[in-house]
């Protein structure tokens, strides 16, 4: 879930007609290691809930951030950006 409350805009490609995210250490973020970093499919469920449109939606940089910061728990807010 940390590395979800992460995520900004510019993490999410398309390739090969599949989207994924990347993980990575851009933008201060840390890693346990190097070969940490990834690429990691969209699940078609996310898909289903929205999550393409939202990213879609928003402003490049942060996907989750509060009204006073830039970094909130991110458990509340993907429950509240995706309960139907």
Excluded at 12 to 33: P, Q, Y
Excluded at 34 to 53: C, I, W, Y
């Amino acid at each position: 879930m940390s590395e979800a409350g992460r995520l900004r805009k510019e993490d999410f490609f398309k390739a090969d007609g599949r989207w994924f995210w990347k993980v990575t250490t851009a933008g201060n973020r840390a890693l346990k290691n190097a070969s940490s970093e990834r690429r990691v499919p969209v699940h078609r469920a996310l898909v289903d809930e929205g999550l393409l449109d939202f990213i879609e939606a928003v402003k490049a940089g942060r996907l989750f951030k509060g009204e006073m910061k830039d970094e909130v728990s991110v458990q509340p807010v993907l429950a509240r950006g995706f309960a139907a």
